[in-house]
């Protein structure tokens, strides 16, 4: 069936070093993607979307990049902190699928000093 | 702080016992959403409400029954919950259920059957 996935489960980032956290995904309908953090104890937390009509979009220490070709999204963390420790989603819906979004596994950034 | 407020925060309850979850948003968003979060796990959702309609149940066991008594609040009532309905239950919402904008979750109700 289709599915999201992400690469890598743990990822180990040096303070000030740049995140780069991946996910794939199966089902070319897809037209809108999201990336949440969720730290220990809490909700998902909205990060950054994307829309199938972009390549790129940037926030504030992240930008988020879509490559429909290879069906790939990638989240980047600029200067990674102590505070971006967390479980971070990636999330994607098709037009008709009405609320329903297919989340990845998840990837665990840890950030050391 | 999140927008969506979930209590209790923590809850341990027997096999029989009935307890429910309460959920309350006050963005004036019109989806409001029940996910089920095993530990190291994604969300799992489990029913999706539209303009106080429930419009997907995802082939949840009727022991979970869901209420949206308005707008703005959205409950769960438990019944005769089994130790492997332990989890995290994450409460979301969203301007409508159909459009591209992002689900905003509370923080969730830590459930324990003992």
């Known amino acids: 069936g289709e599915s999201v996935g992400l690469h890598l489960p743990t990822l180990s980032v040096q303070e000030g070093d740049n995140s780069i956290i991946n996910c794939a995904y199966s089902?070319?309908?897809?037209?809108?993607f999201i990336w949440y953090k969720q730290e220990s104890g809490k909700g998902p937390q909205f990060i950054i979307d994307?829309?199938?009509?972009?390549d790129k979009r940037q926030g504030q220490r992240v930008t988020v990049l879509l490559n429909k070709t290879v069906k790939h999204l990638s989240l980047q963390i600029a200067a990674t902190q102590p505070g971006d420790s967390a479980v971070y989603f990636c999330?994607?819906?098709?037009?008709?699928?009405?609320?329903?979004?297919?989340f990845g596994a998840g990837t665990q950034v840890v950030v050391t000093p | 702080d999140t927008e969506v407020t979930q209590t209790p925060k923590h809850l341990v309850m027997g096999m029989t016992n009935k307890k429910s979850l309460k959920c309350e948003q006050h963005?004036?968003?019109?989806?409001m959403y029940w996910y089920k979060q095993k530990a190291k796990k994604p969300p799992e959702l489990m029913f999706v409400?539209?303009?106080?309609?429930?419009?997907i149940n995802e082939s949840v066991p009727s022991r979970f029954s869901p209420e949206c008594p308005n707008s703005s609040l959205l409950n769960l009532h438990l019944h005769a919950l089994q130790p492997e309905d332990s989890a995290l239950y994450l409460c979301?919402?969203?301007?409508?259920?159909?459009?591209?904008?992002?689900?905003?979750f509370g923080d969730g109700t830590r459930l324990s059957i003992l």
């Open positions: 963005m004036g968003h019109r989806a």
């Open positions: 089902n070319s309908a897809s037209d809108y």
């Open positions: 994307i829309r199938s009509n972009m």
């Open positions: 979301a919402s969203s301007p409508w259920a159909d459009s591209n904008q992002p689900q905003h």
């Open positions: 409400y539209s303009y106080e309609k429930l419009s």
């Open positions: 999330a994607e819906r098709t037009t008709d699928s009405w609320g329903k979004f297919q």
